[in-house]
């Protein structure tokens, strides 16, 4: 069955690039009918999704991330990815991944990385 | 942006208790609802979509009801396994997604 599977550096440092990758097995990526996302959750704290994005590299943000947020698809990998710039401590979370199908809910999660952002 | 409050933020219960958690949007989502069950330290799985539509192998003491801008999710039944902490989420506004705030279901 689909697995999803994050990775990633597991400290970043303030003011500095989040780089994760998450990796989907058992399934191909590429289907039209399905979009891959991001979600995080803080310490404590609920979900919020940060962005999706298409096999074929379209995506759409979270409006309060967009200016800092870069989700990218590479298909040939199975992979997709994301880029949180510039990070401070607010970013230090446990990032998901997720596949949806297009405008619908998460029905496939990676078991997530935790990401701490600290000097 | 459409928001999504729920209530309570926690309750108890013991097994065997009827559980009842109510999800409101800000504006009209029609049906577009989901509910997630999270447990410490794992990722959020899904339970129900579409307001009512049940995912295949959750067990059918979990239902969801509603339309509009009122949700409910009703667990008959509470068993062991279900003390977590419950999410919903509409995705109504084409591509973005919002998750309300969480019910932690805790031992009474």
């Known amino acids: 069955q689909l697995q999803l599977q994050e990775s990633g550096p597991g400290l970043v440092k303030p003011s500095e690039t989040l780089s994760l990758t998450c990796s989907v097995s058992?399934?191909?990526?590429?289907?039209?009918?399905?979009?891959w996302g991001w979600i995080r959750q803080p310490p404590g704290k609920g979900l919020e999704w940060i962005g999706s994005?298409?096999?074929?590299?379209?995506?759409h943000y979270t409006p309060s991330l967009k200016s800092r947020v870069t989700i990218s698809v590479d298909t040939s990998k199975s992979q997709f990815s994301l880029r949180l710039s510039p990070v401070t401590a607010a970013d230090t979370a446990v990032y998901y991944c997720?596949?949806?199908?297009?405008?619908?809910?998460?029905?496939?999660w990676g078991q997530g990385t935790t990401v701490t952002v600290s000097s | 942006d459409i928001q999504m409050t729920q209530s309570p933020s926690t309750l108890s219960a013991s097994v065997g208790d009827r559980v009842t958690i109510t999800c409101r949007a800000s504006?009209?989502?029609?049906?577009?609802l989901a509910w997630y069950q999270q447990k410490p330290g794992k990722a959020p799985k899904l339970l129900i979509f579409k307001a009512s539509s049940l995912k295949s192998g959750v067990p059918s003491r979990f239902s969801g009801s509603g339309s509009g801008t009122e949700f409910t999710l009703t667990i008959t039944s509470l068993q062991p396994d279900d003390f977590a902490t419950y999410y919903c989420q509409q995705h109504n506004s084409y591509f973005t997604w919002t998750f309300g705030q969480g019910t932690k279901v805790e031992i009474k």
């Open positions: 504006q009209s989502i029609s049906s577009w």
């Open positions: 994005v298409s096999y074929s590299g379209s995506t």
């Open positions: 058992g399934g191909s990526i590429s289907s039209s009918s399905y979009y």
């Open positions: 997720a596949r949806h199908p297009r405008g619908d809910a998460m029905d496939v």
